[in-house]
C-alpha cells in the first residue's frame, strides 16, 4: 500500500512558476514509477509527466515539455513537478500516482493516487 499526499499548489499568475510535491508513505517507493497527471474542470484526466523509480528517463506531455520538470527523491519518498512559464490552460487539479509496473502516460496502469492540489492560472 502507497500512500500519496500532493502539496504546493496555489494561484499563480501567467508566465510565473510552481513547484508541487508529492509524499508517498512506506518503504517501497523506489520500485515505483511515478507520474503527474492534471484534471480540468468537466474535462478527462490528462497526462503530465512520468519518471522511473530510479530517477531516469523521464517523459513529458507535448503540452508541458520544456516548462514542466519532473524528479524525485528516493531518500525523501518525494516526487516533484517544477513548473515554470505557466499557462491559463494549466489550470487543473494535479495528481501523482505510482506505478508498479512503469512509466506510463494512461491513467488506468497507475496503482496509487493522491488526493490532488489545485493550480489556478491567471490571465
Known amino acids: 500500500q502507497v500512500q500519496l499526499v500532493e502539496s504546493g499548489g496555489g494561484l499563480v499568475q501567467t508566465g510565473g512558476s510552481l513547484r508541487l510535491s508529492c509524499a508517498a508513505s512506506?518503504?517501497?517507493?523506489?520500485?515505483?514509477?511515478m507520474g503527474w497527471f492534471r484534471q480540468a474542470p468537466g474535462k478527462e484526466r490528462q497526462f503530465v509527466a512520468t519518471?522511473?523509480?530510479?530517477?531516469?528517463?523521464?517523459y513529458y506531455a507535448d503540452s508541458v515539455k520544456g516548462r514542466f520538470t519532473i524528479s524525485r527523491d528516493n531518500a525523501k519518498n518525494t516526487v516533484f513537478l517544477q513548473m515554470t512559464s505557466l499557462k491559463p490552460e494549466d489550470t487543473a487539479v494535479y495528481y501523482c500516482?505510482?506505478?508498479?509496473?512503469?512509466?506510463?502516460?494512461?491513467?488506468?496502469?497507475?496503482?496509487?493516487w493522491g488526493q490532488g492540489t489545485q493550480v489556478t492560472v491567471s490571465s
Open positions: 500516482a505510482a506505478n508498479l509496473a512503469g512509466r506510463s502516460a494512461t491513467p488506468d496502469e497507475y496503482d496509487y
Open positions: 512506506g518503504r517501497t517507493f523506489s520500485k515505483y514509477a
Open positions: 519518471i522511473s523509480p530510479s530517477g531516469g528517463s523521464p
